[in-house]
């Protein structure tokens, strides 16, 4: 979040009549600060405006997810350049729509102030840059998909950006329906990673769809409690509006955790992995569940930061776990 160069260190040291070193000391720090904040301006001027558009970390995060599920479902016998189709496919498709979603939302983004540095809010690219380019990146990501491993792994990539841009996106000014509606197209990469193994949508891509589903909700509802001010200046409701204490969140947090609980081991008896899996499946999704348990007692900031936490590393965590311990089909 960036710092205002108007909050000065100083913080009033010298009341009471305090001496000019201290005033002096003040506005050193002032100018330290100032260069500071100057230079992260910079820094973030540097950075090319295309790159951030497609907020590459979100977007290599959701190609790994359906390279992973590829190997589950070929039984952790993939073949190499399917494998690698399905990264660069789904990792170009995610980048063009989370670049169309900050287009849609670049009237928001400049309102708020942990996004009014993106590329289009703070004028380092038009907003009818950002529409081509994010056009441009999911079409070829999609021609990718289609051409390399499939036609219904290319659907199911159209369905999640569709679902993304025109459901969840809108919804967020309407509903805290939307929370739900938003992991929907979080969970597809399970099955875009499926079908492309196997050409069809049986229940084990649907078991890995309910767990990515399910993992998205701590994370979400945790991050909404944290930034709830910040949604709610500009009328986005992914907490509950007539929630102010956090009871009811606090219980949806408790619901969700115990679900994932369940479903995290259910690949295991399906025979699509082995025992090291469900273990450390079961010892990380119980982790989540104590946590917003917690959060269920008593809703707090810190509880909530410690959800958002552990559900940064409960995905890759997990993911991992379906590398080492899948089992042949």
């Known amino acids: 979040m960036p710092t205002s160069v108007t909050q ?35 820094s973030r001027k540097v950075r090319n405006p295309y790159y951030e558009l497609t907020k590459p970390g979100i977007a290599g995060f959701v190609a790994i997810t359906a390279g992973v599920s590829y190997y589950v479902g070929a039984g ?28 849609v939302e670049r009237a928001v983004d400049a309102r708020m102030q942990r996004t009014r540095t993106r590329p289009i809010p703070s004028g380092r690219m038009t907003p009818q840059r950002a529409l081509s380019f994010g056009v441009l990146l999911l079409g070829v990501g999609l021609a990718w ?18 679902a993304y841009l025109g459901a969840y996106t809108p919804m967020k000014s309407r509903s805290y329906l939307a929370t739900l509606i938003g992991a929907i197209p979080g969970g597809l990469p399970a099955l875009i990673g499926w079908s492309a193994a196997t050409g069809g949508l049986e229940l084990g891509g649907w078991v890995l769809f ?14 909404a409690w944290l930034l709830r001010d910040d949604y709610l200046a500009v009328g986005f409701f992914l907490a509950p509006p007539t929630d102010p204490h956090g009871h009811r969140l606090g219980r949806h947090l408790l619901y969700h955790s115990i679900s994932l ?20 499946a079961a010892a990380l999704s119980f982790a989540i569940l104590l946590l917003c348990t917690a959060t269920a007692i008593e809703m707090t900031d810190l509880r909530a930061r410690r959800i958002f936490l552990a559900s940064l590393l409960y995905q890759p965590l997990l993911l991992l776990l379906l590398l080492v311990d899948t089992l042949p089909r």
């Not at 399905?86 to 170009?92: D, E, Q, R, S």
């Not at 081991?265 to 082995?274: A, D, R």
């Open 8 to 42: 000065s260190p100083i913080r009033r040291r010298s009341l009471g009549g305090a001496s000019d070193v201290a005033r002096g000391e003040g506005a050193a720090g002032e100018d330290a600060e100032n260069r500071s904040v100057t230079g992260r301006r910079r």
């Open 76 to 103: 952790g016998s993939p073949d190499l350049m399917a494998a690698i189709h399905i990264l660069a496919g789904t990792g170009l498709a995610t980048g063009g729509a989370l670049a169309l979603n900050q287009y």
């Open 145 to 162: 998909l289609g051409g390399t491993v499939g036609v219904l792994p290319a659907l199911l990539t159209a369905i999640s950006a569709a």
């Open 261 to 280: 609980l369940f479903l995290s081991v259910t690949p295991t008896f399906l025979g699509l992995t082995g025992w090291i899996y469900a273990i450390g």
């Open 210 to 223: 309910g767990i990515y589903f399910l993992w998205q909700l701590p994370h979400v509802l945790s991050l």
